[in-house]
């Protein structure tokens, strides 16, 4: 017999608030690359400038050096580079956004904004059946907290 909440979120966020913190910034982390997943071509360009709007110096770097592994030219650490760059990205927009937004995230963790607030946040704008995905992996990451991981 299957374990069934009555709402995916709730499920969520009770497993959020159930385990460490490692597991609940994995959580965190799978919240937002499904976020990104479910978000329509036609808005990645402009929730990819949004992302990097927000990012520090240090950040920018690191995407730069992702995007010079996609071979989109010499990688230069700046807002500009990145925007112009990323539609040479192609197929690999969607994981250049993922990686932006998840820099984006831990560094408003690191500024104090809660973890539980950003998942509310990310989690709000899935769809229903990312969000029994999400459910499900939330269980895993549950179990995983649960038989010693060390948080």
């Not at 913190?21 to 978000?39: K, N, S, T």
């Not at 969000?131 to 179990?143: G, I, N």
Request: charged letters at 30%; glycine letters at 8%.
């Amino acid at each position: 017999m299957p374990l069934c909440f009555v709402d995916p979120a709730d499920a969520i966020h009770v497993v959020s608030e159930s385990v460490g913190r490692e597991a609940r910034r994995q959580l965190l982390g799978e919240a937002l690359r499904a976020w990104v997943d479910e978000i329509p071509e036609d808005e990645l360009r402009d929730q990819y400038a949004r992302a990097l709007a927000e990012l520090d110096q240090d950040d920018l770097s690191l995407l730069a050096a992702w995007h010079s592994s996609m071979e989109v030219g010499h990688p230069v650490p700046s807002r500009d580079f990145l925007m112009g760059a990323f539609e040479s990205l192609g197929e690999h927009r969607r994981e250049a956004l993922k990686l932006a937004a998840g820099f984006r995230g831990e560094d408003a963790v690191e500024d104090g904004i809660t973890e539980d607030l950003a998942l509310e946040t990310v989690v709000g704008g899935l769809s229903s059946e990312r969000l029994m995905e999400l459910a499900e992996q939330a269980l895993d990451l549950y179990v995983w907290d649960r038989i010693g991981s060390e948080n």
